[in-house]
């Protein structure tokens, strides 16, 4: 039985989630832990004089040259291209041996950090839980300002993957930064002060949030959202740096034929993609919610989509279309929002596999040939490089074990799906990549020395099945997937889905498109990368620390911990002549959320910092985060049978995105079995929103009585589930 739960686990592997965040201790005021480690160094003369306003001259024409300008770290990608590459080369393969923490600045909630720092002139900008945006003097770690938009707690469950934010755009002496709840907010890059915020969301009775970076171009900032989870239609705009005002806006998905606007040919083109119209009704999905490239001098914007709504495909009563534009790589003119072309990675995506990783540009010799190219490793497995002016794909080759399709054909440009293993609609399948995907959104780079990419890639199959009840269920804020994530009864199942939980930071040569060298991590959720011209990688890693690797061969050079899981891809930076590396650490986003902590994936708690290394830096961190959790007095249990197997399927549509699969937390939000007996006397009011404030979202009205006093049972049957396995573990251990 051990065993079946310790698999239950690693097959949940999927979903991402979302939710509300730590009840009693948590986050809400962080301690002002702060900065300046002992001798550091006084504000630079470039960090003062950039007090006036930092961010003045960075605009279009600056972005673009990002390379030629590498002591500023420009956009969270560092440029337009997304290459995550710095040409910095001070700390090099040669001294990182000697790389040492400069400073560390606590920032406010312990939940998921993925923002990439950006850096200009000396002064930080980055973003944290609940998108509360940080600039810090970057030689010292003080706090310069910061701006909490005040994201209402109760939204937390009104996205997928936990309330994260990857970071803002900087342009013309503005910083810019979109809210979980959907607004984006320009600001003062001086003194934080706001000079606009709108709402992006369109239509308030569909379920949006924005954990993404914006982009600027050409005075415009563009943004799109997530969502696809729930009844989201996805979407990207374009406002007035200078205003907010809309200046266009591109759909995803198809809507009424009368409303396309100036898009009525891709609309129309995309129409004929679906069987029925579920996507009025659903809201289609095909989110915009991560990473934007550029290419200016074909003036096209590129990003991916996500799946549709719901997951399963006949739930969308869409058994054989391909429902453009989901899961697809598009590009659009910049400067109107008019669609260029589109490549469909994944047609009729039934498996929730978003095509919304990084987009990498570069320029490469392929074939004899140089090509401008699109580099692309999303969710499905499948390492992409298409031609960034037509679209036209050039090569698709698996990066990691992948049994959904069995390769993609170069003449259609289309997976050969293996039906036999990845129809899941009608009977539960195992089938690899799951949710999680064999790359997430954390960002991938590449490095022009090398000409590799750097992919923090992962296995982890999903065990996916039809819903008991598979209809579209409209709740807004609620999840809408129709697929269950149940146990496999065939021991089988389990075994091999246990046996490939596992991740590589994996060197790939985009033109031989294969790989190049990898090394192998525990577990999966681990960083993104970032690469330098000192032929270093950088990487983070789910068991809490931050790595360097040589870029060329892939050799371990230097750790150093970083007390909590790192998810975030770093930047550098250099205020003079001293180069630094800028990572967030902060456990969070949808592993943690759902798998908690069974099988022991997660050994690091939820902490979340900013952290900045340069040579030979002497601070410390604290100790990590470590209290006892010990049980509380146990309820009785009383329910019944039905009634708690009612409460574990309401749980499981319902809760267990943010509160773990089989009521196991993963530490980001109140573990319920722990939950103490005033806890369990609140129960009802805390579920109708009782504690919306501190991220519980309020779910009044959406559940019976009923149903909620069988959550409860079931959650009270669990909690005496663990204290039998704990009792077992005592046993044991007094044994030895
Ligand atoms: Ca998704």
Redesign the pocket.
């Known amino acids: 039985m051990k065993k079946l739960k310790f698999a239950a686990t690693l097959i949940a592997i999927g979903l991402?989630s979302a939710c509300g965040q730590k009840d009693e201790t948590s986050a809400a005021a962080a301690p002002a832990e702060s900065g300046p480690a002992a001798g550091a160094e006084t504000a630079s003369p470039a960090a003062e004089s950039a007090a006036a306003n930092p961010a003045a001259g960075i605009d279009t024409q600056r972005i673009a040259n990002a390379r030629s300008e590498p002591a500023n770290w420009l956009t969270v990608g560092g440029g337009y291209a997304d290459q995550r590459y710095s040409p910095l080369k001070k700390i090099n393969a040669d001294n990182v041996k000697d790389l040492g923490l400069a400073w560390h600045y606590k920032i406010d909630v312990d939940r998921g950090a993925e923002a990439t720092p950006v850096v200009i002139d000396g002064t930080m900008y980055t973003t944290g839980a609940y998108s509360i945006l940080y600039a810090l003097n970057a030689v010292t770690g003080e706090l310069l300002w910061k701006h909490d938009p005040e994201v209402p707690r109760n939204k937390a469950g009104y996205a997928?993957c936990d309330v994260v934010n990857r970071g803002v755009a900087v342009y013309k002496g503005k910083v810019y930064l979109g809210t979980f709840d959907g607004r984006l907010v320009a600001l003062d890059a001086a003194d934080g002060s706001k000079v606009w915020e709108i709402n992006t969301v369109d239509n308030p009775k569909r379920t949006y949030s924005i954990t993404g970076a914006p982009i600027a171009i050409n005075d415009m900032i563009i943004i799109g959202n997530g969502g696809?989870?729930f009844n989201a239609r996805g979407y990207v705009s374009a406002f007035d740096a200078a205003n907010g005002e809309l200046k266009w806006r591109f759909y995803t998905v198809p809507g009424e034929p009368e409303n396309d606007g100036a898009h009525k040919e891709a609309m129309d083109a995309a129409r004929k993609t679906w069987d029925s119209t579920s996507y009025l009704t659903q809201g289609g999905g095909g989110?915009v919610?991560n990473s934007f490239s550029y290419d200016p001098e074909l003036d096209l914007l590129y990003f991916g989509t996500?799946?549709g709504v719901s997951?399963n495909k006949l739930v969308r009563q869409e058994p054989d279309a391909d429902n453009l534009y989901i899961s697809s790589v598009l590009a659009l003119k910049a400067s109107t929002g008019e669609y260029a072309w589109h490549y469909q990675e994944v047609p009729g995506d039934n498996w929730?596999y978003?095509a919304?990783a990084t987009m990498t540009l570069a320029d490469l010799e392929i074939g004899g040939k140089q090509r401008k190219v699109l580099m692309h490793a999303p969710k499905n497995g499948f390492f992409y490089v298409l031609d960034r002016a037509t679209g036209e794909l050039l090569s698709a080759e698996k990066f990691m074990p992948v049994d959904w399709a069995t390769h993609v054909d170069l003449e259609t440009g289309r997976p050969v799906v293996d039906e036999k293993i990845a129809d899941w609609t009608k009977e539960p399948k195992l089938i690899n990549p799951g949710?999680f995907g064999s790359h997430n959104w954390q960002p991938m780079s590449f490095s022009p020395d090398t000409g590799l990419v750097y992919i923090p890639a992962q296995e982890a199959a999903g065990y996916y099945a039809p819903h008991a009840e598979p209809t579209f269920n409209d709740r807004a804020g609620l999840w809408n997937l129709g697929a269950n994530f149940p146990l496999p009864e065939d021991p089988k199942v389990l075994r091999d889905a246990v046996k490939g939980v596992t991740s590589k930071l994996l060197a790939w040569d985009p033109v031989a498109q294969k790989e190049a060298w990898s090394v192998h991590r525990e577990s999966i959720w681990h960083g993104g990368t970032f690469t330098t011209a000192g032929n270093l990688v950088f990487q983070g890693s789910s068991q809490g620390q931050f790595e360097a690797y040589s870029a060329d061969k892939g050799e371990k050079l230097w750790s150093a911990p970083a007390n909590t899981g790192v998810i975030a891809g770093a930047s550098s930076y250099e205020v003079d002549g001293e180069q630094y590396v800028a990572i967030m650490a902060g456990w969070g986003g949808a592993f943690p959320l759902f798998t908690g902590n069974i099988a022991n994936f997660a050994k690091v708690k939820p902490e979340a910092r900013v952290l900045v290394f340069k040579l030979g830096g002497k601070a410390k961190l604290p100790e990590p985060k470590n209290e006892p959790n010990p049980l509380p007095e146990l309820q009785k249990v009383e329910g019944t049978e039905a009634q708690i197997a009612l409460g574990k399927q309401v749980y499981s549509d319902n809760c267990e995105f943010c509160h773990g699969i089989n009521v196991v937390g993963g530490g980001l939000v109140p573990d319920l079995r722990y939950a103490k007996p005033q806890t369990h006397k609140e129960f009802a009011a805390i579920v109708a929103g009782a504690r919306s404030d501190k991220g519980m979202p309020a779910y009044a009205g959406v559940f019976t009585a009923e149903e909620v006093e069988a959550i409860r049972q079931y959650v009270i049957q669990r909690s005496h589930d663990l204290k039998a396995e704990l009792d077992k573990k005592e046993v044991a251990s007094s044994k030895n």
């Open positions: 991402l997928c696809a989870e989110t919610w996500g799946n997951w929730d978003d919304a949710p």
